[in-house]
């Protein structure tokens, strides 16, 4: 039986949020939340179990954050949101939209980490008021190689993940669409690319230093020194010390290939986790493979992989999940959120054997948070 | 002062306001100005380079500014417009 939960829905056009009982059985509605509003991350703060932090951008206008203590009954905007420093040279950035909000460490309450795109790092220590541009990645020297102008993503290029080692503040990894997995072990003041191994079939060298797009990692919280990694190219496991990523897509079914957006590990079970496939055949339908949407799970630490997709439709749904739109709760059997561009949310209280659908007619849903009651 | 039009996507900082008045003898003052007043409002529009958002649009006196250091005299009307594009 789990806690209550609460999933923070980021879309499009707003957020939502849905709350259940431990059950997990029947859900209630709050929103819209900033309707209209491009939401893509919603996250409440781990330490104190109330603060949501909201990363926004509203049509031509520009992003901004904002931030609820009333378990978003209300939202107050950032007096300073993540900004570029000033600058005069040609190529002088400017934060387009956040795309990641982390709470800090869990010895630092108050601490927030962002995400942006084009590729920033921004940090906040006073919960969210005010953001400083984190020199350590942005100004790093070879900031231009790592995050090349003219790279990104159709939605620009992206900083679209951050992670902290749960033992270590300092020991920090972040993700990008355009160069791949960065380590940092002295609090983001330096950072170095880690991608050995990792495939960038769209370069003439398919294996660089750097170049890469991570879609997604997950630091495992119960065994940090192991990480899994969903790229562009393929499904990837790492495990510390070591720097030379394994590719556990390889032993996906070659029908379905190795191809998401996103990977989510068991929080207390290491060698388990769920990837949700998209095709990424020709030119990139980022569909369910085929039509039949189904998540994919390892329990041996991908060395084989088992397909559930009972409850799914079992034809002709097209949906993609994306990035942030996957996601774990605490509860015991573990239940598993995902939300789709379609607007629907899915759920599974077992762990992934059944899917059912609990929310409908969303905008294109962008971000799916689950989170104690 | 400078009247200023505020665009329905901005006037959740206007508390509604769809003409409100500021001081400065540029663009950039005034919206300074109109920062002062309704924080978080100037960065909507004008990014960290100093640079008006894409799609955004600011006419002084009828007339499209493309720059924000644009002189301004007492009487003045700024008017700011979000293009409605998008779907």
């Known amino acids: ?373 | 002062m400078i009247n200023v039009v505020i665009p329905s996507q901005l006037r959740s900082y206007t508390d509604g306001a769809v003409r409100v008045e500021a001081a400065g003898a540029t663009i950039d003052a005034v919206l300074d100005a109109l920062d002062a007043r309704y924080p978080g409002i100037k960065f909507r529009v004008i990014d960290e380079q100093g640079a008006i958002r894409p799609h955004m649009r600011l006419f002084a006196n009828g007339a499209l500014a493309r720059r924000i250091d644009l002189a301004l005299a007492d009487g003045d009307e700024v008017f700011i417009a979000g293009a409605l594009s998008g779907g």
């Open chain 1, 1 to 373: 039986m789990a806690d209550g939960i609460r999933l923070l829905i980021g879309t499009r056009k707003g957020a939502w949020i849905y709350r259940s009982d431990g059950a997990r059985k029947s859900w209630d509605v709050t929103g819209p939340i900033m309707l209209g509003h491009i939401i893509n991350h919603v996250v409440c703060d781990p330490r104190d179990g109330k603060t949501l932090m909201m990363a926004a951008k509203t049509g031509h206008l520009g992003p901004t954050i904002f931030r609820s203590n009333d378990d978003g009954a209300t939202w107050k905007e950032a007096e300073k949101p993540p900004a570029f420093l000033k600058s005069d040279e040609p190529n002088a950035r400017a934060v387009s939209h956040t795309f990641w909000v982390e709470p800090g460490h869990a010895s630092e309450p108050g601490v927030w980490w962002a995400g942006a795109s084009p590729p920033g790092l921004f940090r906040s220590a006073d919960g969210g008021a005010t953001w400083e541009n984190v020199a350590g990645f942005n100004e790093h020297p070879k900031y231009w190689d790592w995050c090349p102008p003219d790279g990104g993503t159709p939605d620009g290029a992206l900083l679209n993940q951050i992670q902290i080692d749960p033992r270590d503040k300092a020991h920090m990894y972040i993700a990008t669409s355009t160069g791949g997995v960065f380590e940092s072990r002295d609090y983001a003041a330096s950072w170095a690319p880690l991608n050995q191994n990792v495939e960038a079939s769209f370069f003439p060298d398919p294996y660089p230093d750097y170049g890469q797009d991570a879609h997604y990692i997950a630091v495992h919280p119960a065994m940090p020194d192991r990480l899994y990694q969903q790229n562009h190219c393929g499904i990837y496991r790492l495990d510390r010390p070591g720097d030379r990523w394994e590719r556990i897509g390889n032993n996906m079914p070659k029908e379905i290939g190795d191809i998401d957006f996103t990977i989510i590990a068991h929080p207390r079970e290491p060698d388990t986790a769920w990837v949700f496939p998209m095709d990424g055949t020709e030119v990139w339908p980022r569909t369910s493979p085929g039509g039949k949407p189904a998540v994919y799970r390892t329990r041996d630490a991908g060395a084989s992989w088992e397909r559930q997709d009972r409850g799914f439709p079992p034809a002709q749904a097209w949906f993609t999940v994306k990035r942030q739109a996957f996601c774990a709760d605490a509860g015991t059997p573990l239940g598993l959120y995902l939300g789709a561009t379609n607007g629907e949310v899915w759920m599974s209280d077992d762990e992934g054997v059944h899917w059912r659908c609990i929310a409908a007619h969303l905008p294109e849903i962008y971000s799916v948070v689950a989170a104690p009651a």
